[in-house]
């Protein structure tokens, strides 16, 4: 927790504890440092690189029009930042909400510490003097008309749908569209990739007593997931689920 906010006993003595940025539990710290001796926080950008960062943290000298597409968390970290600099910022979002794919992330009951970063961003935007338009999807000719002198372009990401005939059957659902549909998931499901993501949706359809099947392409399941996870969240899809 102190890597991921410093600040953290000032903020907690100052009653302040919206302002304390949480710790999400990824372990990439303890991994990254496992792999190559370099220390990082995925909820930090600035942790591990101080010296590295400490010429650009500085009040810019010539204040710009920033748009930000995109409020996930790469969009609100973002804009938060160039907003901090001095910029004038106004950040775009097509959806009602800020977050991104941080609000289905951390659906599942054992991730609830991602609700909790979830919730620090979006009080972190608000107080900040970011210019936020939810419902909006930013387009070129706005972006023309309003003059910017800069755009940072933060959409995410969109899962990858194998070339499979019966992949647009009613039955058929990604991952994200599944958490929220679950009338639509009945006791024998197939999961397609045993990625990171993939085997967390497995493990959280076998807690719901789910008879689960999980399929992956090559011989290693959750490789993107960090290593210290990874050894538990395998021994957990060893004993729930069907490989």
Request: charged share 20%; net charge negative; aromatic share 6%.
């Amino acid at each position: 927790p102190l890597w991921a906010d410093p600040e953290w006993p000032k903020k907690a003595e100052a009653d302040h504890p919206e302002d304390i940025r949480p710790c999400i539990r990824c372990n990439t710290c303890l991994d990254d440092f496992k792999n190559s001796h370099f220390l990082s926080c995925s909820v930090n950008p600035q942790f591990g690189r101080e010296t590295i960062l400490e010429a650009i943290e500085s009040p810019s000298a010539i204040p710009r029009q920033v748009a930000v597409i995109g409020a996930g968390p790469a969009g609100i970290e973002a804009a938060i930042q160039a907003s901090n600099r001095g910029h004038h910022v106004t950040l775009y979002e097509k959806k009602s909400v800020p977050g991104g794919l941080l609000h289905p992330a951390g659906i599942m009951p054992f991730k609830y510490y991602l609700r909790d970063y979830t919730n620090y961003l979006i009080q972190q935007l608000q107080s900040s003097a970011v210019t936020l338009h939810l419902n909006t999807e930013a387009t070129p000719e706005m972006l023309k008309r309003e003059q910017f002198d800069d755009v940072i372009v933060a959409i995410g990401s969109s899962p990858v749908i194998p070339p499979i005939s019966t992949a647009s059957g009613a039955n058929v659902l990604t991952a994200i569209e599944s958490y929220y549909a679950p009338e639509k998931i009945g006791d024998h499901v197939i999961i397609i990739g045993g990625g990171q993501v993939g085997c967390e949706t497995a493990l959280y359809y076998a807690d719901q007593g789910k008879n689960v099947i999980l399929i992956e392409m090559t011989d290693r399941l959750a490789a993107d997931e960090m290593r210290t996870n990874r050894e538990e969240l395998l021994a957990q899809i060893a004993e729930k689920v069907t490989v």
